[in-house]
């Protein structure tokens, strides 16, 4: 069974630091990207940021770009997104899903799937 689990949300204070993780199992990651996106009540969820398996290539939201950092562990089969200097305005669940193939330019929800339960983090000003 194909299953993506995220872990790592909590509470922290603005300039703090997370972790997430999300622990895929029931498939390799050969093939396929990691895409992490959030979600906010009544807004679309968006994309955070990706990598590609294969190329390591990745994407960042504009936003979060310098301060949030996407990496996979082929070993473990997990990809983890390192979340430094959080602000406020980072506060939403996040959750990992995938593609076959690669990020594109701009990651759309729709495009993904097999998506995980998602993990809460909140941000306090």
């Known amino acids: 069974e194909v299953q993506l689990v995220e872990s790592g949300g909590g509470l922290v204070q603005a300039g703090g630091s997370l972790r997430l993780s999300c622990a895929a199992s029931g498939f390799s990651l050969d093939g396929y990207a990691i895409g992490w996106f959030r979600q906010t009540p009544g807004k679309e969820r968006e994309a955070v940021s990706c990598?590609?398996?294969?190329?390591?290539?990745?994407y960042y939201k504009d936003s979060v770009s310098g301060r949030f950092t996407i990496s996979s562990d082929n070993a473990m089969n997990t990809v983890h997104l390192q979340m430094n200097n959080l602000k406020p305005e980072d506060t939403a669940v996040y959750y990992c899903?995938?593609?076959?193939?690669?990020?594109?330019?701009?990651?759309?929800?729709?495009?993904?799937?097999?998506w995980g339960q998602g993990t809460r983090v909140t941000v306090s000003s």
């Open positions: 990598i590609s398996h294969d190329d390591g290539s990745t």
């Open positions: 899903a995938r593609i076959r193939g690669y990020c594109s330019a701009y990651p759309m929800a729709y495009e993904y799937s097999d």
